[in-house]
């Protein structure tokens, strides 16, 4: 799935209006699986100049990338910080946890050949989802939709929940990200026919 979407879920899933720490964690969570991708992948693309093809179509795949992979996205290592957070009795934990843990678990279902090792250290498997969120291929043209869908729903959900302003901004900077690239195909797609 898109990050602003895992971003959105985990927050309507696990943030609690008033419990600032709570919601914080559940977004920390939900971006925590991706934050790895987006460091190698922005200093390659930003700061060395490396050609987007060879980031996601070489380097992504490499044994060197997957090992950081398969640490943050690891539901074993998940799933025990969340057992010592709920034995810890720490919302904080809970919500931390629990938001990368539905991350992984919606990633798990919705990535066909570009999937984690989300069992390690037990194994190194990686699960070829028959359903893509992004590749046509795999219904990413019907999984897409629902996912942006989904998404805006939720930021529905979380604007009735949070009313304070700077939430409210987040939210809305979120529920954009996850619709611009609509908004764009639609304006290339319309212009090209």
Known sequence: MNTPAHLIFGMTVFGK?????????ALAGAM????????????????????????????????????????????ILWGIALVLGV???????????????????????????????HFW???NWIFM????YWDGDHYGNIVGPLEVVASLMCCA???????AMWLRMLITALGLMEFAPVIVFTIMFAGAS
């Open 17 to 25: 209006a008033g419990r600032p720490a709570v919601t914080g964690a």
């Open 32 to 75: 925590i699986p991706d934050l790895s991708l987006y460091l190698m992948a922005g200093w390659h693309l930003q700061v060395l100049g490396t050609p987007p093809g060879v980031v996601f179509g070489e380097l992504y795949f490499s044994d060197a990338w997957q090992s950081i992979f398969r640490i943050d996205n690891s539901v």
């Open 87 to 117: 034995m810890g009795r720490s919302p904080v934990m809970i919500a931390l946890c629990g938001a990368a843990l539905l991350h992984l678990g919606l990633d798990f279902l919705m990535h066909h050949d570009d999937g984690r090792a």
């Open 121 to 123: 250290p037990i194994t």
């Open 129 to 132: 989802s028959p359903v893509s």
């Open 157 to 163: 959900v979380l604007w009735r929940r949070f009313t």
